[in-house]
C-alpha cells in the first residue's frame, strides 16, 4: 500500500541533497518536519532507507532503489509542470480542426498561416471532411472546432457563429453558349446534363431542398467528391455545374465559363465557425479562435 506522497517529496530531496538540513531548506520545512517525514516513511516500509554519517545521509541498499524510482516520478512530474505552463504560454500544444476543402480554401487557410507564424511549435491538425461529418466530429470531442458551410441541423450544444456569404451558381462552357446571357426557369435544368457534388454533402442537400421547392428534381448525370472537380468538368464541356461561385470564380473572369441566369434568386448561405457548448477549448484553440474573428468563448 503506498502511503503519503508527501514522504516520499521529503524522501526524495533528501536522497537528492544528502542532507536533512539541505532538504529542508529546499522545501521550506523544518529539520524536525523532515525527519519525522522519513521516520514515517521508512517505519511504513519496514526498512531503512538512509544511513546517518556526521556530514549527512547516504542511502542505504533498499534507499538506493527506491530512490531511482521515485527520482524518474519526480522528473516526469517536472516535465509535465513544464508542457502545462509552455502550453499555457502557447509555446506547446495542439489545435485540432474540422473543415471541409471549400471552407478551407476560402476562408480559414490565412487564419491559419497567421495562427502558424505567431505560435511555430503549436501543432494543427485538419481533419478534412464535408460538413456533416464535421458536425459528428465535434458532438464526438474529437476537435475543438469546426468551420462548415450552412444549413446543418442546429443544437443547443453547438455554439454557431456566421463568418462568410457564400453564393451557390451553375456554370458551364462552350458547348451551352446558346443560354449564356438567357433568362432560365429551374425547370429547365431537368433538360440539361447536371454535374452535382455528392449527396453527404451541405451543398448538395441545400441545392436539392431548394429546387424540389420549385418544383424541379434533377438526377445528375456526373456526381462528383469536390467542387474543384465539377468546375474541371464543366471545363470540358461534360455538363452544367452546381458549385459555390469562388470554386469557379477565376473561369468565371476570364470568360471560360460562364453563369447561367435564372427567374429567381438562389439565396445566400454562410460558412460558420462552430463550437461544442459542452467542452471548453484549450487556450492555444482559444486564441486560434480570436484570430479567425474575435470568436468569443
Do not use: W
Amino acid at each position: 500500500m503506498i502511503t503519503n506522497l508527501e514522504y516520499f517529496k521529503v524522501f526524495y530531496y533528501t536522497a537528492k541533497c544528502g542532507s536533512v538540513t539541505k532538504a529542508a531548506a529546499e522545501l521550506a520545512i523544518s529539520q524536525p518536519a523532515v525527519s519525522q517525514s522519513l521516520k514515517q516513511l521508512e517505519r511504513s516500509l519496514g526498512v531503512s532507507l538512509f544511513v546517518r554519517e556526521a556530514r549527512g545521509v547516504r542511502l542505504t541498499a533498499e534507499g538506493e532503489i527506491l530512490y531511482s524510482y521515485v527520482a524518474k516520478g519526480y522528473e516526469q512530474i517536472r516535465q509535465g509542470v513544464e508542457k502545462v505552463r509552455k502550453m499555457q504560454s502557447l509555446e506547446l500544444g495542439e489545435v485540432h480542426i474540422g473543415a471541409s476543402d471549400m471552407t478551407l480554401r476560402f476562408f480559414l487557410l490565412p487564419f491559419l498561416e497567421r495562427f502558424h507564424e505567431e505560435y511555430p511549435e503549436i501543432k494543427v491538425v485538419v481533419s478534412n471532411g464535408p460538413t456533416p461529418e464535421t458536425l459528428a466530429l465535434l458532438r464526438e470531442g474529437r476537435i475543438d472546432f469546426g468551420v462548415v458551410s450552412a444549413p446543418f441541423d442546429e443544437t443547443a450544444d453547438i455554439s454557431v457563429l456566421p463568418v462568410r456569404e457564400i453564393e451557390d451558381v451553375f456554370v458551364a462552357g462552350r458547348r451551352f453558349i446558346s443560354y449564356k446571357n438567357k433568362m432560365l426557369d429551374f425547370k429547365e435544368l431537368e433538360e440539361m446534363p447536371m454535374i452535382f457534388l455528392e449527396g453527404s454533402t451541405s451543398t448538395r442537400r441545400y441545392m436539392d431542398d431548394y429546387l424540389a421547392a420549385n418544383g424541379v428534381v434533377l438526377q445528375p448525370e456526373f456526381e462528383l467528391a469536390t467542387s474543384d472537380m465539377i468546375v474541371q468538368f464543366a471545363l470540358r464541356n461534360l455538363g452544367v455545374g452546381c458549385v459555390v461561385r469562388d470554386f469557379a470564380a477565376e473561369y468565371l473572369e476570364d470568360g471560360t465559363l460562364f453563369e447561367l441566369r435564372f427567374n429567381k434568386m438562389i439565396p445566400r448561405r454562410s460558412l460558420c465557425v462552430v463550437r461544442s457548448l459542452r467542452q471548453k477549448p484549450s487556450l492555444a484553440a482559444a486564441r486560434l479562435l480570436e484570430i479567425v474573428g474575435g470568436y468569443g468563448v
